[in-house]
């Protein structure tokens, strides 16, 4: 298993709150990783840092042996995308106006749109099925259309890593799998998937590679399979719970066993 | 769904021929607007040098070509800290840089002596003043633009006051040279107050040209604009800058001319149909407002020559309140 995206002992701090100390993580390689833990445990907060959105206070992120920070933006931008929580849209964008922002790393300061531009937004816009919307507003759009358009717009930067930061939370449950097939679709292509999410269960089913983290901290990381059992669950989340084979899947399945009070 | 796009650019064609039309029309009405009419018959006679006319040529003229190239620097400065703030009333009239700037001026007027080169440095040094304050006081924590527009509005209510002071602790003579700048006006401009500001503006727009994209970029928000390859910062001071200058080489020459930034973008954004706040809509915009608000300050109380100030500010302040609600309710 190789690591290109890599935290080497990062000190991460918000604001004055330190989030994690010296944490070391690898991400592998073409794998669907997905990070989860309770709130506040430092996800989001570690995948800002491996966008560069975050400077670590003490550590290093390297993406193929290189700091992050030692990177042109564009050329960075050029090889990690990402997806923040709630992207606000400018004001009376139309879909294909935003799909094709994703471009800005590809062009230089005053070059029209390129054929491989168009070609870009096309395939992206193909990929997460926005192509009927193109010429919507996307205000108007429901919130799992919208989300779809900006999966587009990530996908438009053709970028070899996708990090994204719950993604699902404001879908329905048949959208958060329809996105959810839609990455593991992306890593099929080759693509490697880095991705925040709430839902255990999710995450087992569909990520390679599960982080399971808490208080800032990596308690284990490994195949789901592998890794998650009711010691696990009870060591991130608290909660005293079953570990069942997924009938359709056969992934790990928790199934809290907390008593109602 | 392909239908939709001839349409569009159909719409984009038309507003631009509409807009030029305007611009022309405004133009030409004010070469022949004065004490006395000229036809336009006379004044294209004299623009193409065929008669010559010293009141249409060197009092006109710089009048004219004076409020559309303003009217454009104050619709692109307003655009630049509206797109700053993502917020329609983040404008550097409403958040006190043109209340700065004429600090600057009024300093120029009764501690130097008052020369244009003078009065041009002091109210950019003036406006940089002001937007350094501005942006320290709102940026504890997580840029905001709605924060930074309520101080800015605080902070525009302070440099009034000390407008005022300073203009109460000068000489007569001084005092009401300045009171009747302060309300803004394109009267008796001549070419010699212009080739500073016009050069200033050039340079200043040329350079915002090339950064229309990336501003562009930044409207996708903080974390989208850095991880899709703008330098952020750099971008923002950069954008502070030529928007403070706009704003400094316009007031330098009239005095602070409230609303035709603040109301310029918006009104541009809306006829063109487009996403965000682009600059050219907000340039031509306001190239018409200037020039249609001074052949009304012009008309209005005739032969009395109002300042434009007073006709946008009356305007303005309609359209201010109309925005102000908006937004309430949008909160």
């Known amino acids: 298993m190789t690591t290109s995206l890599t935290a080497q002992g990062v000190t991460l701090r918000y604001g004055d709150r330190v989030v994690s100390t010296r ?11 997905a990070i989860v833990g309770p709130n506040a445990c430092g996800k989001s907060t570690l995948l800002r840092a491996f966008v560069r959105l975050l400077r670590p206070d003490a550590g290093q992120v390297e993406l193929d042996g290189r700091e992050v920070g030692g990177y042109p933006s564009k050329a960075l931008a050029r090889r990690l995308g990402f997806l923040p929580q709630d992207p606000l ?3 009376d964008i139309k879909v294909r106006q935003l799909v094709a922002r994703g471009r800005f790393p590809h062009q230089s300061l005053l070059a029209v749109r390129s054929p491989q531009d168009k070609e870009a937004v096309d395939k992206a816009m193909t990929a997460a099925g926005v192509t009927d919307l193109a010429d919507r507003l996307v205000r108007e759009l429901s919130g799992g259309q919208r989300q779809r358009v900006w999966i587009a717009m990530v996908l438009a930067q053709e970028t070899p890593y996708l990090l994204l930061d719950e993604p699902t939370s404001f879908l329905d449950i048949t959208h958060q799998y329809q996105l959810l097939g839609l990455l593991a679709r992306l890593r099929g292509e080759g693509r490697t998937v880095i991705t925040v999410l709430h839902d255990i269960n999710q995450a087992c089913r569909f990520a390679d590679h599960l982080v399971a983290m808490r208080d800032g901290r990596v308690v284990a990381e490994g195949n789901p399979s592998d890794i998650v059992d009711a010691t696990l669950i009870k060591d991130v989340f608290d909660l005293p719970s079953v570990i069942v084979p997924d009938p359709v899947t056969g992934t790990p399945m928790v199934v809290p066993t907390l008593e109602e009070e | 769904m392909t239908a939709l796009k001839p349409r569009a650019a159909h719409r984009a064609t038309v507003i631009s021929a509409a807009f030029v039309a305007l611009i022309l029309g405004l133009g030409l009405l004010g070469l022949c607007y004065g004490a006395s009419w000229s036809s336009p018959g006379k004044v294209l006679a004299v623009l193409t040098g ?9 009092w006109r003229l710089p009048r004219v070509v004076a409020g559309l190239v303003f009217g454009a620097a104050l619709g692109v400065a307003g655009a630049i800290f ?10 550097p009239d409403v958040i006190g840089l043109d209340a700065g700037a004429y600090t600057g001026v009024l300093f120029a007027l009764t501690v130097l002596s008052g020369t244009s080169a003078q009065l041009a440095t002091a109210s950019v040094l003036g406006g940089l003043l002001v937007s350094a304050v501005v942006y320290l006081l709102s940026s504890g924590g997580a840029f905001s633009g709605l924060r930074l527009v309520v101080i800015g509005i605080a902070v525009n209510a302070m440099v009034t006051a000390i407008n ?6 000068a000489e007569l003579e001084v005092a009401i040279a300045a009171v009747g700048w302060s309300a803004g006006s394109l009267n008796g401009v001549d070419w010699a107050d212009l080739w500073i500001p016009f050069a200033v503006i050039f340079v200043l727009l040329a350079l915002m040209t090339s950064q229309a994209r990336a501003m562009h970029q930044a409207s996708l928000g903080d974390s989208l604009a850095v991880t899709t390859g703008v330098t952020l910062g750099r971008l923002r001071l950069l954008m502070v800058l030529i928007g403070v200058g706009c704003t400094a080489a316009v007031t330098s020459v009239t005095g602070p001319i409230a609303f035709i930034a603040l109301a310029a973008p918006q009104i541009g954004r809306r006829l063109v149909g487009a996403a965000g706040t682009p600059l050219l809509p907000a340039a031509l915009t306001g190239a018409v407002l200037l020039q249609g608000a001074d052949l009304l300050a012009q008309a209005l109380l005739a032969p009395v020559a109002l300042p434009v100030g007073v006709v946008s500010t009356a305007i303005g302040g309609c359209y201010l309140i109309w925005q102000l609600t908006k937004e309430v309710r949008r909160a």
Not at chain 1, 23 to 33: H, K, M, Q
Not at chain 2, 85 to 91: A, E, F, K, Q, V
Not at chain 2, 164 to 169: A, G
């Open chain 1, 89 to 91: 849209p400018p004001e």
């Open chain 1, 23 to 33: 944490l070391n993580l690898g991400i592998p390689d073409g794998a669907f990783t």
């Open chain 2, 82 to 91: 509206q797109n700053l703030t993502r917020n329609p009333l983040g404008s």
């Open chain 2, 50 to 58: 065929a008669e010559h006319s010293v009141v249409i040529l060197e």
């Open chain 2, 164 to 169: 005022s002071w300073i203009v109460l602790r």
